[in-house]
């Protein structure tokens, strides 16, 4: 995916107001409109600068734009990184898969994950509802097990007088309630946008997600591990213990396991109604032959032990 200098479609320095990304918008929409423009590329021409325009003249899309784009150049192979967004805090109002479609797959990319508004951002009249906001966090998979609070700090954009966009951070206590899972959402009341005139203020929906582990993967409520097993625990059996982000917990491996089976226990995975299951995606480890010691060991598995890992019925894949 290439990069898109959204400001270099405009003709604008980066550090532009609103008011002159506006009046950039206008010049080039006279100059391209497929109805009035006699430029070959016009209708092509005219996407880009809508696309541009859309980012640019949107405090919170333009803040995180600057946020993601430092250093890229235009065409510039561009990947974002995994959470480049967590923290970053955003109004409801937003672009639904279809809207996203009339752009590039960059704008898809990185706003197309912006949810579109809530049902009761659409009323009128002066007394409105505040505008809920969202952001998404990332937690410790710890927290899920024992539930917690957390202190956490969010960027806002805000448009100063000027039409400069900068970024302000706000910190709270939020309430991790015990059981939490991957895409739920944790609502705090009243801290969105204000109301007008009398109406309530709107809410700011936190939607969880967790840190990578270094030990755990994550699927819904399920936790996969992989267990690492020396080969007499895998031929002859053995009972383990794991290690789980609460407590541990000690598995019985089965006589004969072979690398990439896979064990179920049952209720052990992130807690719920039900529960999530952990599943231990075996790796049989080998011991180093390195010391005198084990390289005997080795000649003396390799000449008395029948076994050839090659033929099809002793081959390690069965398991």
Do not use: C
């Amino acid at each position: 995916m290439e990069f898109k200098d959204y400001y270099k479609t405009l003709g604008v320095p980066r550090e532009a107001s609103a008011d002159e990304i506006k009046k950039a918008f206008r010049r080039l929409a006279r100059k391209y409109h497929p109805d009035i423009s006699k430029e070959p590329n016009a209708e092509s021409r005219m996407k880009e600068v809508n696309e541009a325009y859309t980012v640019l003249s949107d405090a919170e899309k333009r803040a995180a734009y600057d946020q993601l784009g430092r250093g890229y150049r235009p065409g510039q192979d561009f990947q974002p990184p995994p959470d480049w967004d967590s923290g970053f805090e955003y109004s409801t109002h937003g672009f639904s898969p279809g809207e996203t479609a009339d752009f590039s797959d960059f704008f898809a990319e990185l706003f197309g994950r912006m949810g579109g508004m809530h049902p009761h951002d659409r009323g009128a009249g002066f007394r409105t509802r505040g505008e809920d906001h969202r952001a998404k966090v990332l937690l410790d998979l710890e927290d899920a097990f024992n539930g917690a609070t957390r202190q956490i700090s969010l960027r806002v954009p805000r448009q100063d007088s000027q039409g400069h966009v900068h970024i302000e951070t706000r910190t709270l206590n939020v309430k991790i309630p015990r059981g939490v899972r991957e895409g739920q959402i944790i609502r705090l009341a009243g801290q969105g946008s204000p109301g007008h005139g009398s109406a309530a203020a709107g809410d700011l929906l936190l939607d969880v997600h967790f840190k990578p582990h270094p030990r755990f993967r994550v699927d819904g409520r399920d936790l996969h591990l992989t267990l690492r097993v020396a080969p007499w625990e895998a031929a002859l059996g053995a009972v383990v213990a794991v290690d789980l982000p609460q407590g541990r917990l000690k598995v019985r491996i089965p006589e004969g396991a072979q690398s990439g089976r896979q064990l179920r226990v049952r209720g052990r995975g992130i807690p719920g109604e039900p529960p999530g299951d952990l599943l231990l995606d075996i790796l049989v480890v080998l011991p180093s032959a390195e010391s005198p010691h084990a390289r005997v060991l080795y000649e003396t598995m390799a000449r008395e032990l029948a076994f050839d890992p090659r033929h099809e019925t002793q081959g390690s894949s069965h398991g």
